[in-house]
């Protein structure tokens, strides 16, 4: 890339000119393709991992894999810049362009409302969002225990995602919008891709994908 942050106060103002891209759309509601993305980390080894599923049967479409090390300091908040450039080499390098970006992490439920899902989706302009396993910003009501049930999450009083409950008794997810796509969607995707387990196939292959990449 032309240019990558290198203090913290340069990437918040990257972040500041990057989210104001952020494109609210309702996106695809019947995707073909659907991507998990995904990062792994061996001491100062990072493997990234992009994977491409058909979203009718789940199968893999595509699967393209990075080893490359973090592209900035660990500073929370700023956490995306760690991993955005070796997960752009990874799409770079796929054959199936997806229709929809699947992060392991957050979009809009991110305290200045641009994690690493709008991130990505703002630099590819792809519809993208994030499901994520625990919570970074925001509150919540009990969720119902059944499949499907969630709860707002809402950060000083704006809403930022759902708390999700994928499989029934199960802890829910964080599912927060990113770009070009809505809430709505981004929690019927996910129910769609969490027939068996918690986190969706996407993230389940990819982080598969970028464990094996640095074994």
């Known amino acids: 890339m032309e240019f990558w942050p290198r203090t913290e106060e340069e990437a918040l103002a990257a972040q500041e000119v990057l989210r104001s891209r952020v494109v609210s759309a309702p996106g695809p509601a019947s995707p073909v393709t659907v991507a998990g993305l995904d990062v792994a980390y061996d001491g100062d080894r990072l493997g990234a991992a992009v994977v491409v599923l058909d979203y009718a049967d789940l199968s893999v479409r595509d699967t393209a894999l ?3 090390r973090p592209a900035f300091p660990y500073v929370p908040g700023l956490f995306a810049f760690r991993e955005v450039p070796s997960l752009l080499d990874a799409l770079e390098k796929l054959t199936v362009r997806p229709d929809v970006l699947i992060c392991d992490g957050h979009g809009l439920a ?3 409302r641009f994690g690493l899902a709008a991130h990505l989706g703002v630099l590819t302009d792809l519809p993208a969002f994030g499901v994520g396993k625990t919570r970074l910003v925001g509150e919540f009501a009990p969720v119902g225990a059944e499949r499907g049930d969630r709860s707002p999450l809402v950060d000083a009083g704006e809403t930022v995602g759902a708390v999700l409950r ?3 008794g199960v802890k829910p997810v964080f599912v927060s919008a990113g770009h070009r ?3 709505d969607n981004a929690c019927a995707i996910t129910l769609r ?12 292959v990819a982080d598969r994908a970028c464990r094996d990449l640095l074994s």
């Open 66 to 68: 990075v080893i490359g």
């Open 110 to 112: 991110h305290p200045r």
């Open 166 to 168: 994928t499989r029934s």
């Open 181 to 183: 796509i809505d809430l």
């Open 193 to 204: 891709l969490t027939p068996k387990f918690r986190l969706p196939e996407t993230t389940r």
